[in-house]
C-alpha cells in the first residue's frame, strides 16, 4: 500500500521555524517530482513548493519565496519542507502530494494520485 506520511507539524510563534517531513512507503517516488501544498479554512488549497525527482529543480509560491526550502533525501524516501520566518497567514494544513512525472506538474489537486493526510502548522501572533 502506498503511503505519504507528514510529520514535524505544531504551534510556533510568528517568527519561528518548523520543518515538515514527507516519508513514502509502499513505492519508491525517487523517480518522480514531489511537492507540498496547504490548506487554510474556507480556502482552497493552495500549492507551496515543488521539487524535481533529482532535487535540482524547485518552484515556489510567491508568498513563500525566501522563506521556505523543499529538499529531498532519495535513500530515505523523504521530502522536507523548512520553513523559517513564518508568519500568522502560513497557519494551515500541510500537504504532501507526490506526482507521476520527474518535473512536477502544477496541476488541480484532484489530478494527483498520492497525498498525505496532513499537518497542522498553527502560527501564533
Known amino acids: 500500500q502506498v503511503q505519504l506520511v507528514e510529520s514535524g507539524g505544531g504551534l510556533v510563534q510568528a517568527g519561528g521555524s518548523l520543518r515538515l517531513s514527507c516519508a513514502a512507503s509502499g513505492r519508491t517516488f525517487s523517480n518522480v517530482a514531489m511537492g507540498w501544498f496547504r490548506q487554510s479554512p474556507g480556502k482552497e488549497r493552495e500549492f507551496v513548493a515543488s521539487?524535481?525527482?533529482?532535487?535540482?529543480?524547485?518552484q515556489y509560491a510567491e508568498s513563500v519565496k525566501g522563506r521556505f526550502s523543499i529538499s529531498r533525501d532519495g535513500a530515505k524516501n523523504t521530502v522536507y519542507l523548512q520553513m523559517n520566518s513564518l508568519k500568522v497567514q502560513d497557519t494551515a494544513v500541510y500537504y504532501c502530494v507526490a506526482d507521476s512525472t520527474p518535473f512536477f506538474r502544477l496541476r488541480t489537486s484532484s489530478a494527483y494520485d498520492y497525498w498525505g493526510q496532513g499537518t497542522q502548522v498553527t502560527v501564533s501572533s
Open positions: 521539487i524535481s525527482w533529482s532535487g535540482m529543480s524547485t
